[in-house]
């Protein structure tokens, strides 16, 4: 019994610590105290959420204040220390808490603040690392849940000041990593994702992904799951493919295939193959596959694949891409590329028929015409700052929309002469009546 009392009385104490501390630091703020006092009060409040969830979950519940308090004085100190301490207690929160806490920092205007607070310290020469890698971890974990966290990165500058971060410190693996997560991030908005291949994020992650090495396997994932996200764009992936990069990629993943022998790197081989699953979506893409014999490579590699089932994902998606860049005939096959043969008695010397049979193997009978017509930045250019909305106005195409042809189709079972000799028994439909 007198346990238990100690315990309630300890965790009472430490929560009434942390309350006593946040009303300290909102003091601090109002009076523009000293910066070494709210450097003390935020490495107290810091030890205690690293050290205790029920400090943590006490931080982040209804009716706390203790978010706001954190984000007020990260707007307004001038202090390095206090600043990193804040920041420090920031990641610990969203980071131990799931999507609800990261969502909670967003309701109380965190997304714009962090955002702000980026633009700030980028005006250092050189800007401070440790200071880049704490706001670029957080905004990482908090951007998916900002709907607007796209728009609003475009209007801070954002974009260009973490991309020019990972151009100048490509060996600074601990500084690249957060940067590398915050790229996905932006690269969900299309228009971001156009204006960052413009600006040569591309052409940036591949000099990451390659060559073939096992270190850093963790930034080797997260580039790959950055570039698959960039390349759903078709400006973006236009440009890979005219770089060459399909080939690159290709010879990446039958060097993961041969040299990971325990399976340990599944995903990054799967991040690969997301890439060229991207980049094939449109018709230079696939031709380039075609080209690079990716076919033959992904068959090959998958045949390997089959007899350990945890790398069905490995077969699963290579075989989408197979399908997607196999190519198209009409059914029924009216070429020799069919697997039932019908011999026609006479073939025609000239004409459709004969055109169709001279075909070489490798030819498709089915011209792709899937995106010859949509040239550069279309993306951007009929993107407006609703884009979030898009979304919700989409239509399938597979839903019948017109009630005309929805309703059945009233045919008599006998023809309108055939019926002629009933018109005595219904006078009310022939006869005019009228006096």
């Not at 029920?54 to 203790?66: F, N």
């Not at 800007?127 to 957080?138: A, G």
């Not at 590398?180 to 960052?196: E, G, I, T, W």
Request: net charge neutral; aromatic share 4%; hydrophobic share 35%.
């Amino acid at each position: 019994m007198s346990k238990l009392k100690v315990i309630s009385e300890k965790s009472l104490t430490n929560n009434s610590r942390v309350v006593g501390l946040l009303a300290q630091l909102e003091k601090i703020n109002t009076e523009s105290s000293e910066s070494d006092t709210a450097r003390y009060v935020t490495s107290k409040i810091l030890h205690l959420a690293q050290s205790q969830e029920k400090t943590r979950r006490e931080m982040t519940a209804k009716g706390s204040t203790g978010m706001e308090v954190l984000l007020s004085t990260l707007e307004n100190t001038k202090d390095l220390q206090t600043t990193l301490n804040i920041l420090s207690i920031l990641v610990e929160l969203v980071s131990a808490g799931g999507g609800r806490r990261a969502s909670f920092l967003v309701t109380k205007g965190g997304s714009q603040i962090l955002l702000q607070l980026l633009m700030n310290a980028s005006k250092e020469s050189p800007p401070n690392e440790e200071l880049m890698v704490q706001i670029h971890s957080i905004l990482a974990k908090i951007g998916p849940k900002d709907k607007k966290f796209g728009v609003k990165a475009r209007i801070n500058g954002a974009l260009t000041i973490t991309l020019n971060l990972v151009k100048q410190n490509l060996q600074n693996h601990r500084l690249v990593l957060p940067c590398l997560q915050l790229l996905r991030v932006y690269s969900a908005n299309s228009v971001n994702s156009v204006s960052l291949g413009k600006n040569g994020v591309v052409e940036l992650l591949f000099k990451i992904i390659g060559p073939f090495s096992k270190k850093n396997s963790g930034l080797m994932k997260v580039a790959l799951d950055t570039l698959a996200a960039l390349l759903k764009s078709k400006t973006n992936a236009r440009r890979a493919v005219d770089r060459g990069y399909v080939q690159v990629l290709l010879t990446i993943y039958v060097d993961w295939h041969r040299h990971d022998n325990r399976h340990r790197n599944m995903l990054i081989r799967k991040g690969i193959l997301q890439s060229l699953k991207s980049v094939t979506n449109i018709k230079l893409g696939r031709k380039a596959f075609i080209d690079a014999n990716g076919m033959k490579i992904l068959y090959n590699t998958s045949q390997e694949c089959l007899a350990v089932r945890t790398l069905d994902p490995l077969v699963n998606t290579s075989s989408l891409i197979m399908r997607k860049c196999f190519p198209k005939n009409r059914l029924p096959l009216p070429t020799i590329k069919s697997s039932f043969h019908f011999q026609l008695p006479v073939i025609p010397v000239t004409g459709p028929v004969a055109q169709l049979y001279s075909l070489p193997p490798e030819v498709d009978d089915v011209v792709d015409e899937s995106d010859d017509n949509d040239d550069i930045d279309l993306e951007a250019e009929n993107e407006t700052e609703n884009e979030d909305d898009v979304d919700q106005n989409f239509k399938n195409d597979d839903i019948e929309t017109d009630i005309n042809k929805l309703k059945p189709q009233q045919e008599p079972g006998r023809t309108i002469e055939e019926l002629k000799m009933y018109e005595h028994l219904f006078p009310e439909l022939v006869d005019d009546f009228q006096v």
